[in-house]
């Protein structure tokens, strides 16, 4: 943010882990771009990296845009979506954590400065192993071709933990949405104002 006020892109993200991490003295290198899901292995441990700065963020919830693309194939029922389901369990078989750095304020003050707050989040792999008894719906009334679809995971008592959305649309990805960030772990919190307009 020394030189540009925007939120931080996946890419920049990615070298400024890898640089953080380097600097403590633990093995860090970039995955190579054809290995689907890793982003980073640190100390031989593979993980993906996510970040979040939509302009309706929210502090209690965790959305992961593009979770991965879904690509081909046949899509027109809930049978269908179980299997798209399951490759993403199989896609996370490539990485051990996956991190997310949100950008949950990014707000003009005095007109001339932003004020950027950021969060460093691990969302676990084992709550998102949940999809597994994801319950899977189309939404039929769609006029989406390939519909979309989802898949809403509770805890025991019921209460929702975050949701599959199949996204239909031109790039076929997996969204994961409203993540419930107290099954997470806050890594890092950081507030800081941006560069001045001149």
């Not at 809930?78 to 954590?97: D, P």
Request: aromatic letters at 6%.
């Amino acid at each position: 943010h020394a030189l540009s006020a925007e939120p931080f892109t996946k890419d920049k993200f990615e070298h400024a882990m890898q640089r953080a991490l380097s600097s403590t003295g633990r093995k860090v290198e970039l995955a190579r771009r054809t290995n689907p899901g890793r982003d980073l292995i640190v100390d031989d441990v593979a993980w993906s990296l996510k970040t979040q700065a939509d302009a309706g963020i929210r502090r209690d919830r965790i959305h992961i845009s593009k979770f991965m693309e879904l690509g081909k194939g046949e899509w027109v029922d809930a049978g269908h979506l179980a299997g798209l389901r399951n490759r993403m369990l199989e896609h996370m078989n490539s990485y051990e954590r996956i991190i997310s750095l949100r950008c949950l304020s990014q707000n003009a003050k005095n007109g001339c400065a932003t004020a950027h707050e950021y969060e460093l989040v691990e969302i676990p792999k084992s709550l998102l192993q949940q999809a597994s008894r994801a319950n899977l719906r189309m939404v039929d009334t769609s006029k989406q071709s390939p519909k979309p679809g989802y898949g809403e995971v509770r805890d025991e008592l019921g209460k929702p933990m975050f949701a599959l959305y199949f996204d239909g649309g031109t790039e076929r990805k997996l969204q994961i949405k409203d993540i419930d960030k107290s099954h997470c772990i806050v890594h890092a919190t950081w507030a800081f104002n941006g560069p001045t307009a001149a």
